[in-house]
Nanobody, 122 residues
């Protein structure tokens, strides 16, 4: 059984920083690509950032480049999304996801967490 669990979402002011965490169990973690998606009310879910298993190669959607940093700690089975200079448009439910193999920027992730909500007030 694979479990993906996110944490760290909360309400912050615009311009603040926040770090989300995600752990995965039931998998050989280093084999898995990990990703963060987000979905705001009335909008489609979008891939925000992704990181490959072995190489640590990262992908970021254009709107977060330079502000968000995705990292992983394989011995701890955990990934982190550091979000700086948050904007109201970053507010959403953030979902962590995992998959093995394939293009990290493709949305076909297999295992999903329940989501953690980020609210950004202006």
């Amino acid at each position: 059984q694979v479990y993906v669990v996110e944490s760290g979402g909360r309400r912050v002011q615009a311009g603040a920083s926040l770090e989300l965490s995600c752990s995965a169990s039931g998998v050989r973690f280093k084999d898995y690509h990990m990703a963060w998606f987000r979905q705001a009310p009335g909008k489609e879910r979008e891939l925000v950032a992704a990181i490959s298993g072995y190489t640590g190669l990262t992908f970021y959607v254009e709107s977060v480049k330079g502000r968000f940093t995705f990292s992983r700690d394989n011995p701890k089975n955990t990934v982190y999304l550091r979000m700086n200079d948050l904007k109201p448009e970053d507010a959403a439910v953030y979902y962590c996801a995992a998959k093995i193999g394939g293009d990290i920027s493709a949305a076909d992730y297999e295992y999903w967490g329940q989501g953690t909500e980020v609210t950004v007030s202006s």
